[in-house]
């Protein structure tokens, strides 16, 4: 695997809290706003306005933006209404455009409201990736031009999600990228930090549409945010906080639509305000659960590493090794399992809900107490897999929403 180098990763000043602190003039912030926030013309308005305020505030402003609402997942479904199996090189060519469009109207708006302003693709911003189509990792900015326009006083609006590769191909970084390039260009620039506008007021302790009494979270380490959305909540994409972490780029993830005080995402100290024992409770209502039988585990995982599988939980009990992987990578790991000539089987019904805290390291009894909250609402688990801050539980589809409820109350995370 490429590991991820920057031409420039400058240090971060360590006690700033925001765009109003300290002296902006030679600050640069980086603002992602998701899809949701740009969901219609009138949206990408505010969203033009809200840059021009930043600019206005004296910073050297890059907004990052996602797909206007659900383009992506319209143009990938096109894509299948043509094609059972698209070509990967013609699919990113087709859905980098999403993230283009909304960056081409965000800089009209911007410029209507007097300010100038430049959209950019992932290739002309400078994001190099490796040549892996559909979940190319960022491997160099290449930010020249970027600078440029930031020092003749621009607004630069970079399209999400994309880049372009080692070998001159338009790559995407996999569903909720623009998060990714959001981080590695605050890296790349030096940014003061990296404002991920989103449609909740932060990060929670547990998806705010599924348990309505969830707490926001002020403060969440990298580590803890990592195991979060690793293990499902979509609020952050895991790559972005992996980079955030080994460039130490602070996160704030705050609402487009109101203002507060959101959550930032930095490296743990003891001085932060809520070590909890538990954090959150996140979920995934799918994951495919693979039996293989008669597998050497360096054989088996080495193929599925060579087809991009993203393997997430493993148990070998005897000769039977158990394995869970996303949902989109079934076509990949059965491909990969047939030609090793494995005997396998696969469940479709399964998801998983993870309780992830920092302060679990040192207090046992979270594993009991998740597991008589289990049962007394019976629910089965059938695998179990823990970190030193996570404990994740494989529960049935139907149960999830059921099960991260019951473990919300349990620990009284609700607020
Ligand atoms: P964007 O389009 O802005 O990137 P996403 O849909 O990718 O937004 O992520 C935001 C969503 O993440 C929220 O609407 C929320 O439902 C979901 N989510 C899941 N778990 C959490 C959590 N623990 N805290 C906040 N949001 C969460
Ligand atoms: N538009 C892409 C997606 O829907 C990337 C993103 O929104 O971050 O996954
Ligand atoms: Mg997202």
Redesign the pocket.
């Known amino acids: 695997m490429t590991a991820t180098e920057y031409e420039a990763v400058p240090a971060v000043g360590p006690d700033s809290t925001g765009a109003q602190a300290g002296t902006p003039e030679a600050r640069c912030v980086v603002m992602k706003?998701?899809?949701?926030?740009v969901a219609d013309p009138q949206k990408l308005r505010s969203v033009a306005a809200r840059l021009v305020g930043a600019r206005e505030a004296g910073y050297r402003v890059v907004g990052v933006l996602?797909a206007m609402g659900k383009t992506t997942d319209e143009l990938l479904a096109l894509a299948l209404e043509v094609s059972p199996a698209p070509d990967p090189r013609e699919l990113d060519m087709l859905v980098s455009v999403g993230e283009r469009i909304s960056c081409a109207l965000a800089a009209m708006a911007i410029v209507d409201l007097g300010h100038e302003a430049i959209s950019l693709t992932g290739s002309q911003a400078g994001i190099v990736t490796d040549t892996v189509h559909g979940k190319a990792k960022i491997v160099e900015v290449r930010a020249r031009r970027i600078h440029e326009a930031l020092d003749d006083g621009k607004i630069v609006l970079v399209a999400g999600f994309q880049g372009v590769s080692t070998t001159y191909e338009v790559t995407t970084l996999g569903r909720?990228g623009?998060?990714t390039t959001a981080v590695a260009l605050a890296a790349a620039l030096g940014a003061d930090h990296c404002a991920?506008?989103?449609?909740?007021r932060?990060?929670?302790?547990?998806?705010?549409?599924l348990v309505p009494d969830?707490r926001p979270l002020r403060h969440v380490s990298f580590d803890e945010m990592l195991e979060?959305a690793s293990s499902?909540?979509?609020?952050l994409a895991t790559r972005s906080i992996e980079v955030a972490r080994s460039h130490n780029v602070k996160l704030h993830v705050r609402s487009t639509f109101e203002e507060g005080i959101g959550t930032w995402i930095e490296e743990e100290d003891d001085g932060m305000l809520e070590k909890a024992l538990i954090s959150?409770v996140?979920h995934q209502r799918e994951e495919t659960v693979y039996h293989v039988e008669g597998a050497t585990r360096a054989r088996l995982f080495g193929a599925l590493a060579e087809a991009f599988v993203n393997v997430d939980t493993i148990v070998q009990t005897g000769a039977q090794i158990v394995f869970s992987a996303p949902p989109e990578d079934r076509v990949a790991a059965a491909r990969t399992l047939d030609e090793l000539g494995l005997e396998w089987s696969s469940r479709e019904d399964l998801g998983k809900v993870s309780l992830v805290g920092a302060g679990m390291k040192s207090h046992p009894g979270v594993a009991a107490k998740t597991f008589a909250t289990l049962e007394a609402a019976g629910i089965e688990s059938p695998i179990v897999s823990t970190s030193p801050i996570k404990i994740a539980c494989h529960v049935p589809t139907v149960d999830v929403d059921r099960a991260v409820r019951a473990l919300h109350e349990a620990f009284e995370l609700g607020g």
Request: a negative charge; zero cysteines; glycine letters at 20%.
């Open positions: 706003f998701g899809g949701t926030s996602s909720g623009s998060d991920i506008y989103t449609d909740v932060g990060v929670f302790s547990a998806d705010p549409r969830a979060m499902g909540a979509r609020v959150g996140v």
